[in-house]
């Protein structure tokens, strides 16, 4: 681990008291949370300054991980006790010491329809100093007009991504965009999977519900030559959902469509686990628990969680269900 390249090693790292790194699939930044003890033997940690780059490496032997580079986005000293806290964000706030570029500041602009997600990705990557890495899923997304106003370019793709059900992520220096449940890390390499026994774990649980469900979604789009609206359906029976809004064309309305029924259907289950740490488990990976029959399956990590402290190194997450459960009886 490195402080504007600094190692923190010896005294600096007896200071640390925990560093917990939380990765989330979808815009919501990657994290990292440090606490210090303030005060030593040899004199006090210096307070980091905002825009301080953080490189975070976890993990055990054979299961060591490179987080990547983080960015200080809050930084607070307090006493008593004397204790430095910063936390991280993966993508940049400001730009930063190697030129990474900010993400978050307002523009006003419009982006012309026909454009595709590939394209509108690699344009704002490129202007956050950030590499593009798009999967082969979605370079064919056709947008329709786009306008931009008072928005930052995250809020953007924010808006954008959710009306399409797909992954857009800023970490490790790169800008990635792929479906939902694809299993693909950032780098385009294969996710890897994770089968999981009762003893490999310290607790699970499995969570269903039905506000969430939807066994068909309807769009609506306008059709300019009839000057009519038209919907299109994904799925079928009941519950119904629509979407508000009307969108620009057949395409956009069915790519809306379609991803709000695969988002509706993973929120039905959820499963929630703690183990001995593991820093190869991350978001989009898959998980084969055999815990019980309610929890057998195949499920895609969500929300990971890692956390290193006195307590020792420990992995926590949360997973929707990738496929319908299996029957009970």
């Known amino acids: 681990m490195t402080i504007n390249g600094v190692p923190l090693t010896g005294f600096l790292f007896s200071q640390l008291s925990s560093i917990t790194v939380t990765d989330v699939a979808g815009l919501q930044s990657d994290t990292v949370d440090l606490e210090f003890a303030g005060a030593g033997l040899f004199g006090s940690i210096a307070l980091p300054q905002p825009g301080a780059e953080i490189s975070v490496s976890l993990g055990t032997l054979g ?4 987080f990547g580079v983080f960015v200080a986005d809050e930084c607070e000293e307090s006493s008593p006790p004397n204790v430095i806290r910063v936390r991280g964000l993966a993508k940049p706030q400001g730009t930063t010491a190697s030129g990474m570029g900010p993400l978050h500041v307002q523009k006003s602009r419009s982006w012309d329809a026909g454009q595709t997600l590939s394209a509108l990705v690699e344009a704002i990557a490129g202007e956050a100093g950030l590499a593009p890495a798009v999967a082969s ?59 999981l ?16 469900r ?41 790519a809306a469509a379609t991803g709000e029924l695969a988002r509706a259907g993973r929120a039905v289950e959820t499963l929630e686990v703690g183990m001995p740490g593991n820093a190869l488990i991350s978001p989009e ?6 815990f019980s029959l309610a929890s057998a399956g195949r499920w895609i990590a969500a929300e990971v969680r890692h956390s290193l402290s006195s307590g020792g190194f420990t992995t926590s ?13």
Request: net charge neutral; aromatic share 6%.
């Open 285 to 290: 990976c898959i998980i084969l628990p055999t």
């Open 63 to 66: 299961n060591f991980r490179d």
């Open 214 to 254: 939807a066994a068909s979604v309807v769009a609506t789009y306008r059709d300019l030559a009839a000057a009519d609206e038209i919907e299109v359906t994904a799925g079928a029976g009941e519950p119904v959902r629509r979407l508000r809004g009307t969108f620009i064309d057949q395409a956009s309305a069915q």
């Open 197 to 212: 026994v009762r003893s490999n774990v310290s607790r699970w649980s499995v969570r269903r519900s039905l506000g969430e």
């Open 317 to 329: 997450f949360t997973a929707e269900r990738a496929n319908a459960p299996p029957a009970e009886g």
């Open 137 to 195: 899923s979605v370079t064919g997304l056709v947008l329709g007009h786009l306008d931009q106003i008072d928005e930052s370019d995250i809020a953007l793709l924010t808006r954008v991504a959710l009306g399409l059900d797909v992954l857009v992520k800023p970490a490790v220096g790169r800008l990635f965009v792929g479906r939902r449940g694809d299993g693909l890390a950032a780098s385009g390499q294969s996710m890897p999977i994770f089968p």
